[in-house]
């Protein structure tokens, strides 16, 4: 009969194993290269994120999709849902360039731009100025709730809500008018939906940034899972070198570690304490890792102290570290960047190419034709014209395609607002000799007579009795 108390041991062992409990992870600050160039990377995109909602141009916000209207502005350029193939474009360009500098340097983009890691640090930076360094903030979360400990995770937790708020407020004027948000938001005003996302993407980031942080990378993140599939040996990784490193152990500065049989690494663990993830690089590649090369940063600085190369931990290739040689311009390579510059360089063309402007030809489906008082085949039609463009226009409208076209649109100029769509009723004769069959091509060209780069044809059906097949 199996005892009870060993049961419940084996099964207590399984859950810890299959459900691990988080251990807070207090990552210790790092100065180096690729610490700046992380700094660098948060302050560019912070501030274009809480920058841009600001901007101006042509008196309305620079950057706003504005999706009642249906309308998606972006510094000048007005895009419509016809235009939703762009955004399909600009998606397959992301995943090109992901893979492309994934299999050039394993995952920069999580160790330098991902929003997760981005906000994560801006977080870290708030938590250190209130409750301090590493070992300070260990030493205060062990002690007794006290009032001096009250006021400080409270603070640092009003701050961080304060700043997701903004965030979330932020997100949501991408989509409402920035400065109507704002308003809106000082008069108590705001609508259900702003309200709702507001405190939705607010909570996102205070959650993800302030209490998950690894969880979201590690656990949540899919791109951990399959970024191996985009590795090969001459990928540049965050590695040790364990031929020069071990055996590890510590040591005094200045005598000679090979006669004490001992490699260069001093097994200080500073690289596990800058880890964000909680990690040991020394163990090897592992999915944890965000490629944010705080390790390398921090061992060079004991490198430095100790007067031994820089290096244990770098960014290097397997094959590298197997004592072959690297292959930076490998087929793989050349075939995401020769096509990722194809796509860039189409989508680029596309957009200079744009027309600003739209047609569409609609046929009166009530009758196929009809004759007119001077014998003359008539068809009416309904034209579409939508001016895609930030300022409005005069147009006119031309058809061709058959001998003697005659066409009313029953007034002179068209004009179109910014942005309107405008339904335009019109008549097409033609003298029934001239058709030669009873289904005929004809051609409309729509013209901005104050700009006249802005021109757009469309093809239409012409229906009639064939008087001249006769």
């Given at each position: 009969m199996t005892d009870p108390t060993t049961t419940a041991r084996v099964d207590e062992g399984l859950e810890e194993e299959l459900y691990a409990r988080r251990k807070k992870i207090y990552p210790r600050e790092v100065h180096g290269v690729f610490a700046n160039l992380r700094v660098l990377g948060v302050i560019t995109l912070l501030g274009l994120y809480y920058v841009v909602p600001w901007l101006t141009w042509d008196n309305h916000q620079a950057v706003l999709f504005d999706l009642p209207a249906r309308k998606f502005y972006i510094f000048g350029l007005t895009f419509w849902p016809q235009d939703f193939f762009y955004m399909a474009w600009l998606l397959i360009i992301a995943a090109l360039a992901l893979f492309f500098f994934t299999a050039l340097a394993g995952r920069?983009?999580?160790?330098?731009?991902?929003?997760?890691?981005?906000?994560?640090?801006?977080?870290?930076?708030?938590?250190?100025k209130i409750e301090g360094d590493r070992s300070r903030q260990m030493k205060l979360d062990k002690a007794p709730l006290t009032g001096h400990k009250i006021v400080l995770k409270g603070t640092k937790h009003f701050i961080w809500i304060v700043f997701s708020a903004y965030t979330g407020l932020t997100f949501v004027g991408f989509f409402t008018p920035m400065r109507e948000l704002v308003t809106s938001l000082v008069q108590f005003s705001l609508g259900p939906?702003?309200?709702?996302?507001?405190?939705?993407?607010?909570?996102?980031?205070?959650?993800?940034?302030?209490?998950?942080r690894e969880q979201v990378c590690i656990y949540m993140c899919p791109y951990a899972r399959f970024q191996s599939a985009m590795f090969d040996h001459d990928t540049l990784v965050i590695s040790y070198d364990e031929k020069r490193g071990e055996p590890r152990g510590s040591r005094k500065r200045g005598i000679d570690h090979h006669e004490l049989g001992l490699g260069d690494c001093i097994d200080c663990t500073l690289c596990v304490q800058v880890c964000p993830t909680g990690i040991d690089i020394r163990d090897g590649l592992q999915y944890q890792c965000i490629g944010c090369a705080a390790c390398i940063d921090v061992c060079d600085e004991v490198m430095v102290k100790m007067n031994y190369p820089k290096g244990l931990v770098r960014y290097t290739t397997e094959n590298v570290m197997r004592g072959k040689g690297s292959h930076t311009l490998r087929p793989r390579m050349l075939v995401y960047a020769t096509v990722l510059i194809a796509f860039m360089a189409g989508f680029i063309y596309s957009i200079s190419q744009r027309i600003p402007l739209e047609l569409d030809i609609i046929r009166d489906r009530n009758s196929l034709y009809r004759e007119t008082g001077a014998g003359l085949v008539e068809n009416v039609y309904t034209l579409k014209l939508i001016n895609m463009d930030s300022r409005p226009h005069h147009y006119t409208v031309s058809v061709a395609g058959l001998p003697d076209l005659e066409i009313d649109t029953g007034q002179g100029a068209i004009e179109v607002a910014a942005g309107e769509v405008l339904n335009l009723p019109i008549r097409v004769r033609t003298d029934p000799i001239n058709l030669k069959r009873a289904s005929n091509e004809i051609t409309f060209t729509l013209s901005a007579t104050d700009a006249p780069e802005l021109t757009t044809t469309q093809t239409g059906r012409f229906i009639g009795p064939a008087a001249g097949a006769q």
């Open positions: 920069l983009w999580c160790g330098y731009a991902c929003p997760q890691t981005v906000w994560t640090e801006v977080f870290l930076w708030i938590e250190r939906w702003e309200t709702f996302w507001v405190l939705f993407y607010g909570l996102a980031t205070y959650g993800n940034a302030g209490w998950m």
